[in-house]
């Protein structure tokens, strides 16, 4: 039974120096608890700030104990009336092969509805991210532009086909060729390669209009450029910073105050689990246009346990297109 700790906190970039694989021996349950097995393993961008110390929205990871995270599991063993052996589950779990539990923070999924890692991506975190930071925050409506940043990401691909539900016109920004032409297959109206083009120019001509909603993915230079274009009264739904996580210094930058009094535009952060009692409902609609073929999703699945420090890894180089997987049963 392996699991991976963190060993020692990184300073800028992560490295697999920061993963620590131990073995000991699969436990059995007691009275109330059930033995999981993990089969899909979540990584994300979020487990960067928790591999620092100091106070967040989610407590750090401390050296030398098991990193935890999404995970899909399976109930192999079970002394737990509400979980019976096959259920099939997601919570947070340790990244670890079988996991003893006593239920709580577990929630069952249905395995007839999607393919079970979705409820890591499309019908989980992710999609729950996308679907209240757009609909809530941005509030778009049709005819307007919306941006979105990190667009061939697992947030941000969900958030362009939401836009495009609304009847909005939409521009993503992501890191490749491949990205952008991914971008256009799903609809989105313009998809900017941020690495090759001078996003600034490429940005001002996809939106010739403006830009009226901002879903801020990555921060840094993209989220620049796209404050010049902001219309009046535009939303902007600050998601996340990645561009920034790795920084070793505080970023500076222009400084975008000014263009947000100018135009009375609103800018907000918010982290997912401040709509924790809306979830379902969020899952609902989400399955429903899903069902409807309205929203497709995308996975990069790398197999093997022993892979997921690589696959964690992978999200600041972009080799994941749609929700970074990792399959390990
Ligand atoms: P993604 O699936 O988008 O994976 C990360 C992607 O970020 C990479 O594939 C890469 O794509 C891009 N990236 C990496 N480094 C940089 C960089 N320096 N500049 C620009 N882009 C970069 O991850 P998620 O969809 O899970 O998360 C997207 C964002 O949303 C993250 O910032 C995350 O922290 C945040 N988030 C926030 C939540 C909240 O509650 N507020 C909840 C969930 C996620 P590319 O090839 O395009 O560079």
Redesign the pocket.
Known sequence: NQTILLASRPTGEPTAAQFKFETSEVPSPGEGQVLLKALYVSV???M??RMNAGKSYVPPYEVGQPIAGGVVAEVIESRLDKLPAGSVVVGNLPWQQYSLSDGRGLQQIPTDQAPISYFLGLLG??GL?AYF?LLDICQPKAGETVVV?????????VVGQLAKIKGCRVIG????DE?VAYLQQLGFDEAIN??TANIAEALAAAAPNGVDCYFD????A?TDAVYDLLNKHARIA?????????ATEAPVGPRPEGKLLTTSSKLQ??????YLPQWPEGVKQLTEWYNQGKLQFEETITEGFDQIPAAFL???????????IVKVA
């Open positions: 994300d961008p979020y960067r700030g975190m992710p991210t930071g940043s990190g667009a061939a990401g697992a947030v941000g691909m920004t992501a890191g490749s990205k941020y690495k993915n990555v921060g840094g993209i600050l998601c996340g910073q990645i561009a920034n996580y790795n952060g918010f982290i997912v689990s401040d992978g999200l600041f180089k972009g080799e994941n297109t749609g929700k970074a």
